[in-house]
């Protein structure tokens, strides 16, 4: 008969309370108490004018708020975007007051009831098919948001994002991991994996943007900082979100890895470094196809507006339109992203080979 070793076990309701703390010290980051903006209900909207004339239709409401407020309201786009902005009576909407005037305008509809639906929806359905241990998950995933807000907070404060970015890459990579995967000598291989592949993620990207003369001006959100009151280096921004990019998926591949190496180990303790790194790279193929589609069809996803482009005008060739900087940000952020993953699979497997095959016991 074959004895179970005991697993190890681990008290929720700790992670529970930190959980809660953590949440919360998340919101007081977000929350700003400004009184200009507000949420108010409608009480009537009607139409005083509208324009069916021009390529784009505009329609102008005039909304009247259950404090007895008005403000004018205008629309434009086609049938459907017009449909869906309309404002309805019982309807809440954002408003802004600007002190001076004293008159609320529309900033627009209120959308934070299907957001906070959505959030519990993810938690109860993940809480239902993995059970008590997601809370630890959860756990990490609260860390790695107060670490990323940070970043932010220390960016707009002046701090380089590069190093900023850095700084909290290395805390996501070995702080929230123990968190979510526990103290034991799987998390200490992966956190050096996580922590290799960094540093040849951000060397990597060094030198592309500087081979390509990248600037960080190449995206909307990039044109509008540039033109903003803050003083903040682009290019570092775009070495930062290739890193932060890279990092959502480190650890998935490199404690996937070192796992299957460890029971690897465990069926037979007598195997050396040879035969666990030819095994685990054997699992780890596999592996690395579907993560990257999975990152070249996420980038794709969120740059699908890009992707339009290459097609919306016929006379410019294929290569000039890629040439150009905002295609080109896109590009460097999916192949090198790609090529850290790949990376990851053979350096975390080498670690956790040479370590079990070392320690037969």
Excluded: C
């Excluded at 060739?317 to 699979?345: D, H, M, Y």
């Amino acid at each position: 008969m074959h004895q179970h070793l005991p697993k190890p076990t681990r008290k929720v309701w700790p992670a529970a309370i930190a959980l809660l703390i953590i949440t919360f010290f998340s919101f007081s980051l977000l929350v700003n108490q400004s009184t200009e903006f507000q949420v108010q209900t409608v009480q009537e909207a009607k139409v005083i004018s509208e324009d069916n004339n021009s390529f784009f239709k505009v329609k102008t409401q005039e909304i009247t708020y259950e404090n007895g407020q008005t403000s004018q309201y205008s629309i434009s786009g086609d049938d459907q975007t017009i449909l869906s902005q309309t404002v309805k009576p019982g309807e809440k909407i954002v408003t802004f007051t600007d002190e001076s005037l004293n008159q609320p305008s529309v900033v627009e509809k209120l959308r934070l009831a299907p957001l906070i639906m959505l959030l519990f929806i993810f938690a109860g359905v993940t809480v239902l098919f993995t059970g008590k241990e997601t809370l630890y998950s959860f756990l990490s995933l609260s860390i790695n948001i107060i670490i990323l807000l940070l970043i932010i907070k220390a960016i707009i404060n002046g701090t380089s994002p590069l190093l900023a970015t850095i700084v909290g890459s290395l805390s996501i990579g070995t702080v929230s991991i123990y968190i979510a995967h526990g103290l034991n000598t799987k998390t200490h291989l992966s956190t050096i994996s996580i922590v290799s592949t960094l540093l040849i993620t951000l060397v990597s990207s060094l030198i592309v943007t500087e081979l390509a003369k990248m600037t960080g001006t190449g995206s909307e959100s990039s044109f509008y900082l540039a033109n903003a009151s803050l003083t903040i280096d682009l290019k570092s921004l775009l070495l930062a979100g290739i890193m932060v990019g890279t990092l959502g998926v480190l650890d998935d591949i490199t404690t996937s890895q070192i796992a299957t190496i460890h029971e690897l180990h465990h069926t037979d303790p007598k195997q050396d470094f040879t035969t666990l790194y030819k095994k685990g790279l054997n699992v780890g193929k596999t592996h690395i196809a579907s993560l990257i589609n999975t990152l070249v069809l996420a980038y794709a996803g969120g740059s699908l507006p890009l992707l339009l482009l290459l097609f919306t005008d016929p006379s410019v060739p294929f290569w000039v339109t890629i040439n150009q900087e905002f295609f080109a940000e896109e590009i460097i952020r999916t192949l090198i992203g790609s090529i850290s993953l790949v990376l990851a699979v053979p350096i975390s497997t080498a670690l956790a080979a040479k370590y079990y095959s070392t320690h037969k016991n």
